[in-house]
């Protein structure tokens, strides 16, 4: 049973506006969690991430929210950009220096121009 | 330039014949680990180390051998590959300082006929 889970295998955005992209997780041990993205033919690259000790992080036009409650954290894009098309993989982890991550099965994100 | 380097980066090879996919690091990382890619299914850990001679399991280790002799590679190796293994391998780093952000590889897409 995955622990992590991106129930959206694609989403499609125009440029300019808001891209969210949602992540479910059901392991209450994990406590830092992490977005990656990925282009074709390259791998993953680090994105951001949030500890649980917090429920929002922010980087430009990158912000990640956690809900420790409902298990549910969320990637908002904005303003979403053409370079922005990728997917997105959520992942997290319980160990302390961030070993094992389990990754979610992916979000492919579409931003037309 | 930073980077993991993995090779092959496609590889199709038979039922049952040994071949290893090597993995280099130039970034003087504390710890490696391997993944793989399946649809729907996200990246699944298959082995890590934190340092030289010092390896362990992920979620997926069946059918997968490592070995950590030097800090820069970590090879893996399949003993007896199956078509079950045909599958998208990415090797990535970090450092022991960083507690995330793993560095990805740009992947070998293996199939096994």
């Known amino acids: 049973d995955q622990q992590v889970k991106q129930n959206s295998p694609s989403l499609s955005v125009q440029e300019g506006r808001i891209s969210i992209l949602n992540c479910d997780y059901t392991?209450?041990?994990?406590?830092?969690f992490l977005w990656y993205k990925k282009y074709p033919a390259e791998g993953p690259t680090f994105l951001i991430s949030i500890s649980s000790i917090k429920d929002k992080n922010e980087d430009g036009r990158f912000t990640v929210f956690l809900n420790k409650s409902a298990k549910h954290l969320s990637l908002h894009i904005v303003p979403s950009q053409p370079g922005d098309s990728a997917v997105y993989f959520c992942?997290?982890?319980?160990?302390?220096?961030?070993?094992?991550?389990?990754f979610g099965g992916g979000t492919r994100l579409m931003v037309k121009p | 330039e930073a980077q993991v380097t993995q090779n092959p980066r496609y590889l199709i090879t038979v039922t049952g014949k040994k071949l290893t996919v090597t993995c280099s690091q130039n970034m003087n990382h504390e710890y490696m680990s391997w993944y793989r890619q399946d649809p729907g299914l996200g990246l699944r850990q298959i082995y890590y180390s934190m340092n030289v001679e010092v390896t362990d399991k992920g979620d997926v280790p069946e059918g997968y051998k490592v070995s950590r002799k030097e800090k820069r590679n970590f090879p893996l190796i399949l003993e007896s590959p199956s078509p079950n293994q045909t599958s998208l391998y990415f090797c990535a780093s970090k450092s022991g300082t960083d507690n995330y952000g793993y560095t990805f590889g740009s992947g070998t897409r293996l199939t096994v006929v």
């Open positions: 392991n209450s041990m994990f406590d830092y």
């Open positions: 992942a997290a982890t319980r160990d302390n220096a961030g070993n094992m991550l389990t």
